[in-house]
């Protein structure tokens, strides 16, 4: 079935941290299939204020309609981004959709914290004119438990050596607008996400009025080990905003 229309949205898909655009290989060969047109830019991981206006830029220059699915951390910039002119929905996958003026640390310290925050490893990265600055990524043999528990062991193992980093200072910055409340919304939850903790997922999806899909057993990593069902969800968003 080819949707493509001139005014079939684009899908721009967001990756969140300790992950990167390859993430999403099985949503785009979906999406692809079902004629929808699909770009899954780079997310720089350094910040909520640079990154968010990294995506605002990329969304704003896709000619036509944008459909921004942020997967984790990108939720959050897609919270943000989405206010660009152009984006007409917003799909927030295992994610974090934040309140205009909230930060991540905020957000997440309402709740139980996630074995995510005590497997985290620090190291430094060079910063111009400043001194280095801290980021973090997954101890490795935590990885996959952590982040892929329904992903096969032999990926898991890729995955976790190819991991990006994000830069600390990202929990502490302030989402500067909340894009959902002029913008239609679909979450999924992960049910069994041991990287942000469900009731996160689902507290930001409910606040923002989402039309909400919640996968039971689903780990963090639900856009890799189930592919079709984060596809249909973004297709449901297309469908609704073409």
């Known amino acids: 079935m080819n949707m493509a229309t001139e005014h079939t949205p684009t899908v721009v898909l ?3 941290a300790f992950a990167d655009a390859g993430s999403w290989s099985g949503v785009i060969a979906e999406l692809q299939d079902h004629g929808v047109a699909v770009v899954a830019p780079p997310n720089p991981l350094r910040g909520l204020v640079s990154d968010a206006a990294y995506i605002a830029s990329v969304a704003s220059q896709i000619d036509g309609p944008v459909v921004l699915v942020g997967h984790s951390y990108g939720g959050a910039l897609i919270t943000v981004a989405g206010t660009a002119a152009n984006v007409v929905g917003l799909v927030y996958v295992a994610a974090y959709a934040l309140e205009e003026g909230e930060s991540l ?7 139980s914290l996630s ?4 497997n985290l490893k620090e190291a430094t ?9 801290v980021e973090v990524t997954i101890e490795p043999e935590a990885f996959p438990a952590i982040f892929a528990a329904d992903v096969p062991a032999a990926v898991t193992k890729v995955l976790a050596a190819a991991q990006r980093p994000l830069a600390a200072g990202a929990f502490g910055e302030a989402a ?3 894009a959902w409340r002029t913008k239609p919304s679909w979450a999924l939850i992960a049910g069994a996400d041991q990287a942000i903790n469900p009731e996160v997922e689902r507290f930001g999806a409910q606040r923002a009025g989402a039309t909400i899909v919640e996968l039971d057993g689903a780990s963090h990593a639900v856009a890799v080990s189930q592919p079709k069902a984060v596809a249909e969800l973004i297709l449901d968003a297309v469908r609704a905003t073409s």
Do not use: D, K, N, T
């Not at 640390?105 to 709740?111: K, M, S, T």
């Not at 990265?125 to 600055?133: K, L, N, R, S």
């Open 125 to 133: 990265y060079p910063v111009e004119g400043a001194e280095p600055a």
């Open 14 to 16: 967001v990756h969140g």
């Open 115 to 118: 074995a995510l925050v005590s």
């Open 105 to 111: 640390g905020e957000l997440q310290g309402r709740f």
């Open 176 to 178: 500067s607008a909340a």
